[in-house]
C-alpha cells in the first residue's frame, strides 16, 4: 500500500511517517523530493531564477528556498508561477521514487503538505489526514519559526482549511496532544485499521 499523510502546517506530519517508520514503512517526503529537483546546477533552479531573478540563490549557488517562499507568499501570481513548475516536476520525481519503492516494501509512506492540492492523491491508496486543534496548531507555528501570531495566522489562511483535507482523507488523526499520545494513536492506526487494509485486496488508486 502506498500511504499519503497530509494536514495543515504543525501538524506533525512528518513526526506521524517517522512513527511508521518505526513500524517498516519506507518513508518518501515530497519536502526532499521538492529540494532534489531543484539541486544546485539543475536546469529547474536555472528556470526560477530567469522568473524570480537572482536574489533566490544562495552564497553556495542552492536555493534560497525562505527568499523565494517570502516572495512569493505575499503574491498570489508569483505563487501559482511557481507552483506551475515546481508540482509537475515533483510529481515525476516522486511518481519514480513510489513505483520504485512500492516494489520492495509492504508499505510505503508519502508525506506531502499539499498533497491534495497538488493533486498527488491520485498517486497513493489511503490518505491520512493528521489535524490539529486550531489554537495549538498557531501556537507550534509561532514557537517552530519565531514569528507573531498574526504571521502565524497568514500561514495557516494560506493553506487549504484542515477540515477540509480531513473530509477528503480516509482516515484522520488529531495531534493535538503531546508526542506520547500520538504515538499511541499511531500504533494503534498501523496495528488495527492499516494492518487491516495491508491484508485486504489491493485497492484502487484514488
Avoid at 537572482?54 to 534560497?64: G, Q, R, T
Avoid at 501570481?77 to 509537475?88: D, F, G, N, S, T
Avoid at 486543534?133 to 484542515?162: F, I, N, W
Wanted: proline fraction near 3%.
Amino acid at each position: 500500500m502506498i500511504l499519503g499523510i497530509t494536514g495543515g502546517i504543525a501538524s506533525g506530519k512528518s513526526t506521524a511517517a517517522a512513527l511508521l517508520a518505526q513500524h517498516g514503512a519506507h518513508v518518501i517526503s515530497a519536502d526532499q523530493v521538492a529540494r532534489e529537483v531543484v539541486k544546485p546546477g539543475s536546469e529547474l533552479l536555472a528556470r526560477l531564477v530567469q522568473m524570480f531573478g537572482s536574489e533566490v540563490l544562495a552564497a553556495d549557488k542552492s536555493l534560497a528556498r525562505k527568499r523565494l517562499g517570502e516572495l512569493v507568499f505575499a503574491d498570489p501570481q508569483a505563487r501559482k508561477r511557481l507552483e506551475a513548475v515546481m508540482h509537475p516536476a515533483i510529481a515525476e520525481l516522486s511518481s519514480q521514487q513510489l513505483r520504485s519503492a512500492a516494489e520492495k516494501y509492504a508499505l510505503v509512506v508519502y508525506e506531502a503538505p499539499l498533497l491534495f492540492e497538488a493533486g498527488a492523491h491520485k498517486r497513493v491508496d489511503k490518505v491520512l489526514c493528521v489535524t490539529v486543534e486550531p489554537s495549538v496548531q498557531l501556537e507550534r507555528v509561532q514557537q517552530r519559526d519565531g514569528c507573531t501570531l498574526a504571521q502565524a495566522q497568514a500561514q495557516v489562511e494560506a493553506q487549504m482549511p484542515q477540515h477540509k483535507k480531513a473530509e477528503l482523507s480516509d482516515y484522520v488523526i488529531d495531534n493535538s496532544a503531546d508526542l506520547a499520545a500520538l504515538k499511541v494513536k499511531i500504533d494503534q492506526f498501523f496495528q488495527v485499521q492499516l494492518a487491516s487494509d495491508l491484508h485486504a485486496a489491493p485497492a484502487e488508486n484514488k
